[in-house]
Nanobody, 126 residues
Framework: VQLQASGGGLVQPGGSLRLSCTAS????????MGWFRQAPGKEREFVAAISRSGYGSVSRYADSAKGRFTISRDNAKNMVYLQMNSLKPEDTAVYYCAVTQIVWAYVDSAPHYTTWGQGTLVTVSS
């Protein structure tokens, strides 16, 4: 299983970015997908997750992401996206995509994810 994240970069406060994650080597639509982030000197934290199709592709967000970020998936392309709007300096971090088959109640917990992408850096600064 491999995950490749992309789309990070430098953006001004209030701007937008869309992160992408391509998955290979797995039955993509049987996995829930998550986005996490890690800022310098901080622990990795949950951002958003989207369930497998059989569970209705429902989504969950961290409080910090609600109303600003949207997670989506394209099962035909084995891809998951994170649209980030109204970005703030505190969103600066390395963003990671990951896969899990854990029950939905635990999708905000990093230890339950089995494979991680390499991360893509998002910097929000003027």
């Amino acid at each position: 299983v491999q995950l490749q994240a992309s789309g990070g970069g430098l953006v001004q406060p209030g701007g937008s970015l869309r992160l992408s994650c391509t998955a290979s080597g797995l039955a993509f639509d049987t996995y829930s997908m998550g986005w996490f982030r890690q800022a310098p000197g901080k622990e990795r934290e949950f951002v958003a997750a989207i369930s497998r199709s059989g569970y209705g592709s429902v989504s969950r967000y961290a409080d910090s992401a609600k109303g600003r970020f949207t997670i989506s998936r394209d099962n035909a392309k084995n891809m998951v996206y994170l649209q980030m709007n109204s970005l703030k300096p505190e969103d600066t971090a390395v963003y990671y995509c990951a896969v899990t088959q854990i029950v939905w109640a635990y999708v905000d917990s990093a230890p339950h994810y089995t494979t991680w992408g390499q991360g893509t850096l998002v910097t929000v600064s003027s």
